[in-house]
């Protein structure tokens, strides 16, 4: 594929996937509230901000654009005390066709929908070689046809092959697994994923501000 033909594809789904409308975004408090946390959270090209990660600050790092996220779950406690959460058990909400306003050039951001996620993987195919091949510490690579086309993606966005194999993150990292907020709508936890690694954020709401007053690495894979 020529590097143009990318260029135009690229430039065509940044024209023709926008962002959610101002009234989507504001139906209800609860809903502003998940939008203007996550936009507060999203900092995929200062990942520093929110953790010490494998990678330091590079994973996004000279891609044109940032895929953002499609879905996210979200739910209401009654306490701020977020350790209470079962994520199996406890009652929680997801939005689809999730576009949120970020803070970014709105040039070089893309909202990922199922049409371009399904377009993407079938592109990107399968062939990857086994969890450990290199070495026992040695993340699944993509091989063969998977591999040159991998190559020909990731100048415009940080695609991420799946650590296991078989799979692609397609969004650009920080992840949001969900967002858990209090019943006053003032303090927010985030569970997220950064390339290998996961997180937590916690974030205050200050005045119509919200701000990120702890986040940290909690696991890897």
């Known amino acids: 594929m020529a590097p143009d033909t990318l260029a135009r594809f690229f430039a065509r789904w940044n024209q023709s996937v926008k962002q959610n409308p101002p009234g989507f975004i504001a139906k209800n408090d609860t809903i502003k509230a998940v939008f203007d946390a996550f936009r507060a959270f999203y900092k995929p090209l200062n990942l520093a901000k929110l953790g010490d990660w494998e990678w330091g600050n590079q994973l996004n790092a000279s891609c044109r654009y940032v895929v953002v996220q499609n879905q996210l779950s979200y739910a209401v406690l009654p306490t701020d005390k977020f350790d209470s959460f079962d994520w199996q058990k406890s009652r929680k909400h997801s939005i689809t066709n999730f576009r949120p306003p970020v803070n970014l050039d709105a040039r070089k951001v893309l909202y990922l929908s199922t049409p371009y996620a399904k377009l993407l993987t079938q592109f990107l195919g399968a062939a990857a070689t086994k969890v450990g091949a290199k ?3 040695a993340p699944s690579q993509p091989t063969g046809q998977s591999e040159r086309r991998y190559q020909l993606l990731r100048p415009y966005i940080p695609l991420l092959h799946g650590h296991w194999g078989g799979y692609w993150h397609l969004e650009t990292h920080p992840e949001a697994s969900y967002i858990l907020l209090n ?29 990120i007053k702890k986040s940290e690495a909690t696991w890897i894979e």
Do not use: C, H, P
């Open 135 to 137: 070495n026992m510490m």
């Open 183 to 211: 019943e006053q709508l003032t303090v927010a936890k985030i569970d997220f994923r950064v390339g290998y690694q996961g997180g937590e954020a916690t974030l205050v709401k200050s005045g119509n501000t919200w701000v």
